[in-house]
């Protein structure tokens, strides 16, 4: 089962909320990020549904069961479930935001992984900001604790990037994140499919009351970075607030009922 990413759809769900974020247009003259913060409406967190259990056959019934050549099934992976994430961030003005689920198949199961997408201009070229969270997260074999690096690892070429690209990693090093120190690295993606531009970036991950979350920071084209994006990047990261303390909101996948 093979899924789209995020990264790809990244521009038409950002068109969706009357955005204008495409490709930069090709110019010498350099575009200067906003100065100002615009703080972006949030929401109580939830707890991550799974999808219903299936049943299972005993083992007389399948070896009744006729075979089936198996196929590959391209899976749209988004969900038209709109849930801000559980967390206050402060963008530029002429950024703008938009909140889907995916379907993914996460460690134990498939389940629903909701994600919210801000994007805009900053000095050099246009960003992306993919924030994921509430996911099942790889546990270390020694200590028993989550490794949010390794889910970065995993997520990137997941659900952020085409895996046909030529993907680029580091070791795990030491950022920030709502004035917090987190685990990341930086990543690269170039040679990627469907004329899909060259990227670059980095990620960070954090444990906020229990809740997971993965920040995915890249830039178009890539030559933005290095350069003062990450500077402009890094601030809005700095304005993130959590508060998932604040409550529990349960979401649905919706369904589509069969005609008689």
Known sequence: MRHRTIWRFSKYILAATVLTLGLVACSSEQQAAPASLTPVPTATVYTRPTLPPVATADATTEASLPTATPTITLLDPL?????????????????????RTLVSNEIADIGVLP????????????ARIVVLWDFASVVSGTSQTTNLYIDGLRLLRQHIVEPQC?????????????????????????????????TRGWFVGINDSGVNFLFFVYTEPMTAIPGPAEDELQAILDSVVFHVEEGTT????PTETPEQ
Do not use: H, K
């Open 79 to 99: 969900v038209d479930v709109e849930m801000p994430p559980p967390l206050d961030i402060n963008v530029p003005e002429g950024w703008g935001a938009a909140y």
């Open 115 to 126: 994600f919210a997408l801000y994007g805009g201009p900053v000095t050099g070229g246009e």
């Open 166 to 198: 030529n993907i680029s990693t580091a070791e795990e090093r030491d950022y920030s994140v709502a004035g917090q120190p987190a685990p990341g690295t930086v990543f690269s993606a170039v040679d990627c499919p469907d004329s899909l531009p060259d």
């Open 250 to 253: 349960a979401i649905t996948v």
